[in-house]
């Protein structure tokens, strides 16, 4: 069974500092990665989806990278500002079972 | 375009009872997927559908079932509910190929079991 692992599990910076949330999976037998983010209380927001084929995907601030052979993917926020906290998930699709599983998310407060 | 939208977004029912949450997909998904969030758990996958018929199901008991219509509009039943099963339920739609495609939320229903 696909394990996906977030790590840290909470982040405090300071407004203007570029910061890296990371994610890993067991199972490299994915179709893609999709990077979320949750404000308290709310659906998620989708960010970022990066096929199994690609390496890396880029929207504004934000660029995510996969590695599928290492099992690892990591957020890039450049530039922080305090409308970028909240919790940040990731989910693989795998194609064993054809499933999404999330990670349990790390959780992002940026200090103005 | 409209997103996805959920109805009710607050359920408060009582052990026993049973309860239906409904999910329209954004226009043109045909795929809708059903989650469960817990503090404890995290997000887990219920089930997804696409065109009329349950493609996936996850490892939750036979009292959550599913369905979804023509237009590919979904709903979720809970049957004899649990205090355990107190959780924000997002539904998620996306394109045709779902193993291939974005997904996107819905604000989700916030269930309380008293």
């Known amino acids: 069974k696909q394990e996906v692992t977030q790590i840290p599990a909470a982040l405090s910076v300071p407004e203007g500092e570029n910061l890296v949330l990371n994610c890993s999976f067991t199972d490299s037998a994915i179709y893609n990665l999709q990077w979320f983010r949750q404000d308290p209380g709310k659906g998620l927001t989708s960010l970022l989806l990066?096929?199994?084929?690609?390496r890396e995907q880029t929207s504004g601030r934000l660029n995510a990278s996969l590695d599928k052979s290492s099992g690892r993917s990591t957020l890039y926020i450049a530039a922080s500002q305090p409308g970028d906290s909240a919790t940040y998930l990731c989910a693989v699709r795998s194609n064993t079972g054809n499933q999404f599983y999330f990670g349990t998310g790390t959780s992002l407060t940026v200090i103005p | 375009k409209a997103g996805v939208t959920q109805t009710p977004r607050y359920l408060i029912k009582t052990r026993g009872q049973q309860v239906t949450l409904s999910c329209s997909p954004i226009?043109?998904?045909?795929?809708v997927s059903w989650y469960q969030q817990t503090p404890g758990q995290g997000l887990q996958f219920l089930f997804e559908?696409?065109?009329?018929?349950?493609?996936n199901k996850g490892n939750f008991p036979g009292r959550f079932s599913g369905r979804q219509f023509s237009n590919s509009r979904s709903e979720m039943n809970v049957s004899t509910l649990e205090l355990g099963d107190s959780a924000l339920y997002l539904c998620a739609s996306s394109l045709a190929l779902a193993e291939r495609g974005e997904q996107f939320f819905g604000p989700g229903t916030r269930l309380t079991v008293l």
């Open positions: 559908y696409f065109s009329e018929t349950q493609r």
């Open positions: 226009s043109g998904h045909r795929s």
């Open positions: 990066i096929q199994s084929s690609q």
